[in-house]
């Protein structure tokens, strides 16, 4: 399935679905987060990559709102005034919601939507499809966003009209990614940096899919809130977690009640660990990059609580097998891991991670690479 491009089986579907060929074709990529994962709520810096594999929208006019999809192949109509059903396709609702609220929204449309990406997994198949979609739909409108109108429109359509919590570093990455680049994105500051990166990273899927993560993310989001007022109290000065630094967790501990605690610990030690890492990405360290993915998956097990036995598993199983390191990407609470293994080594220590897990959990893991690919672009249509 990964071989063929998912903007051909969009446009096969659509074919199929709805005969003749779209107005508009648009693809976006998937993001694995090398780490800084859950500081993107918090004010702290992120470091993904966008994946190879990608979601495809294929639009044409019309009346009426109709959508089909590689995933379960119905036909829908939707209502973009009616209310959110708790289904996929409250995502493309809620594009086009925010794109009519900026002027970019067609009256209607047919879309077809096809994606080689795993759903449920932590790589971010939401941004890749409420990106891709934000494009296509307002090329079908006859407008051209920038990538970031695009990753506002994501943004706002997942956040504030699906309702997840999230902040905004898988529709960053999915607008902005580059091939041959993780992106250190700053979130407070809104800065991007590119950092080249020509390896490959292996993903791990636990096969364990995360559909709770809207209410676990939406957690942890509150406490960090809470604690943030907490913090504020005594540091008045405080605009966001990240910005505590090591050296301030003692009087956290002191002031805080002991169930916040480590969820500061978390977003504090991350940021650090996070900077840390670019700066050793840049440096061609990857030995030191590994070592801070090993230890961001201990903080998230600990003190984010955020992991599933399967991706502790799976990371120990990688750092014993030879691995430079590895971490849960993603939400968490199921989803993958993101391994990064020595060239030379890499397909045969994946293929004993790969062993160790069916011994372990009695099924096989998907297990599948990826370098750093292109972000959300206009597709030709194929003929
Ligand atoms: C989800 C959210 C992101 C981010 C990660 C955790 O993927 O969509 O904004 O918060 O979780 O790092």
């Known amino acids: 399935m990964n071989r063929i491009s998912s903007a051909r089986l969009a446009t096969s579907l659509f074919a199929t679905v709805f005969s003749g060929r779209p107005h508009a074709l648009a693809s976006a990529p998937g993001r694995v987060n090398l780490i800084g994962e859950h500081t993107d709520y918090n004010g702290g810096p992120v470091l993904p990559v966008a994946l190879e594999r990608r979601t495809a929208v294929a639009a044409s006019h019309a009346d009426d709102w109709l959508v089909t999809s590689t995933m379960d192949r119905k036909v829908r109509a939707i209502g973009v005034g009616a209310p959110l059903r708790k289904a996929w396709t409250d995502y493309l609702v809620g594009v086009a919601r925010e794109l009519r609220a900026v002027g970019a929204a067609p009256a209607g449309a047919h879309v077809a939507v096809a994606s080689n990406l795993p759903i449920g997994a932590g790589l971010s198949s939401s941004a890749a499809l409420t990106v891709a979609a934000a494009k296509a739909l307002s090329l079908l409108a006859g407008r051209r966003l920038t990538p970031a109108q695009l990753v506002d429109v994501a943004y706002r359509a997942e956040h504030d009209q699906v309702g997840v919590r999230c902040g905004r570093m898988d529709q960053?990455?999915?607008?902005?990614?580059?091939?041959?680049?993780?992106?250190?994105?700053?979130?407070?500051?809104?800065?991007?940096?590119?950092?080249?990166?020509?390896g490959r990273l292996w993903i791990v899927e636990t096969g364990v899919s995360h559909k709770l993560v809207g209410g676990e993310l939406n957690q942890r989001r509150r406490e960090c809130e809470a604690a943030l007022a907490l913090c504020r109290e005594w540091r008045p000065d405080i605009g966001h977690l990240a910005e505590l630094v090591p050296g301030?967790?003692?009087?956290?501990?002191?002031?805080?009640?002991?169930?916040?605690?480590?969820?500061v610990r978390h977003i504090v030690t991350e940021t650090a660990r996070t900077r840390e890492a670019a700066a050793a990405l840049a440096q061609g360290d990857l030995t030191r990059l590994g070592r801070?993915?090993?230890?961001?998956?201990?903080?998230?097990?600990?003190?984010?609580?955020?992991?599933v036995p399967e991706a502790?598993?799976?990371?120990?199983?990688a750092v014993e097998r030879g691995a430079y390191g590895a971490r849960l990407t993603g939400a968490g609470w199921g989803g993958a891991v993101v391994v990064l293994a020595p060239a030379e080594r890499e397909a045969r220590i994946l293929a004993e991670v790969g062993r160790d897990f069916r011994d372990r959990f009695g099924r096989a893991a998907e297990v599948w690479s990826t370098r750093a690919s292109s972000g959300v672009r206009r597709e030709s249509v194929p003929v």
């Not at 990455?173 to 993780?182: F, K, L, N, P, Y």
């Not at 801070?292 to 992991?307: A, C, I, M, N, P």
């Open 292 to 307: 801070l993915l090993v230890e961001g998956h201990e903080s998230l097990r600990v003190d984010y609580q955020s992991t």
């Open 172 to 198: 960053t990455i999915a607008a902005h990614g580059e091939r041959g680049t993780a992106l250190l994105f700053e979130t407070a500051a809104g800065a991007l940096q590119r950092v080249p990166f020509a």
């Open 312 to 317: 502790d598993f799976i990371v120990a199983s």
């Open 248 to 263: 301030d967790l003692d009087a956290v501990a002191r002031r805080l009640p002991p169930e916040l605690v480590p969820r």
